[in-house]
Structures are given as C-alpha cells and as structure tokens.
C-alpha cells in the first residue's frame, strides 16, 4: 500500500480530533506553568515548523506543489468525507480562490469545548503550509469561520 491510500484509512478531521484533546491539555499545561503569552508563543511556532513540514510532505506525495494539486489536497484531504462544504472556486495558473461556507474543523474544536484554540490548532497552519508546499504562492485570508465569520475566504496566488 502506498503512504496516499495509507493517508485516506482515516480522514483529516478524525486525526485532529484524536490529536485535539491531548494538544489542548499541553498548552493549557504550559499556560500553568509558564504564562499564556510564552506557551502560545511556543505552541504556534511548533504548529508552524509541523505546518511547513506537511506541506512539504504532501507536495512529495501528491507529485507537485501546483494550485491545481492544491486543490486535489484540499479535496481529497481537507474536505474528505464533507468535512467542509467548498464553493465558488476559480482556478488559473496564477490564483486558486474558493470560500469554505461549512467547517467540520470549528464544529469539533467547539464540541469539544476548545474553540478558543481551534484557529491556533487548524487555521494557522495554513499560511506556513504554504511554504513548504509551494513558496512561489502566498495565502490571503481575511476571514474565518473558526473567528466567528460565515465563510473562510482562500485566496492563493502566486506572488
């Protein structure tokens, strides 16, 4: 079996929320212990360096860091099993655009009582995943579901 069928036994939403509660536990841990400021701080340059190293690694196993293997990630990946309700895309060599009006990533993160922490846990992974992905495209982002907005609104494009 190949690491993209051995990628689909489980969708990316089930291993967040496997991963969700005992992240959560370290951070609120480390807020104890070393102050709110400082654990985030760490928290989010950890998610970062993780980020950067799956997009790496998914550009690897998806043969290309195109917009148009992009799009077959967040299909395939992401949104796998409707985990998020993708509308108005529009693709070009240059930009890759679409909304997420539906997120299964704010609907665990609040079932389980951690939304504060669900835009440190998903949506600020996606800029740095860019990176390793792709560092010719760049993420515009202005709104999130996650931050109480009624769509995330996914601007890639080449900078």
């Keep these: 079996m190949d690491k993209k069928e051995h ?5 990316h939403l089930l291993c967040r929320e496997i991963q969700a509660p005992l992240v959560s536990a370290l951070i609120q841990g480390f807020v104890r212990e070393i102050g709110e400021n400082k654990a985030l701080t760490i928290a989010q340059a950890v998610i970062r360096e993780d980020a ?4 790496k690694a998914l550009a690897e196993e998806y043969s290309g860091n195109s917009l ?9 990946v992401w949104a796998k099993d409707e985990t998020m309700e993708i509308k108005h895309i529009k693709i070009t060599e240059q930009t890759l655009q679409f909304d997420v009006t539906s997120c299964g990533y704010a609907k665990m993160y609040e079932r389980l009582g951690i939304q504060e922490l669900g835009c440190l846990l998903s949506c600020s992974r996606d ?11 760049e993420l515009i982002r202005t709104q999130t579901i996650m931050e109480g907005a009624e769509y995330c609104d996914f601007r890639y494009k080449k900078k």
């Design 7 to 11: 990628r689909t036994d489980i969708s």
């Design 52 to 55: 950067v190293l799956s997009g």
């Design 68 to 76: 148009e293997v992009l799009l077959k990630i967040v299909e395939e």
């Design 127 to 137: 800029v740095p995943f860019m990176e390793g992905f792709n560092p010719e495209f």
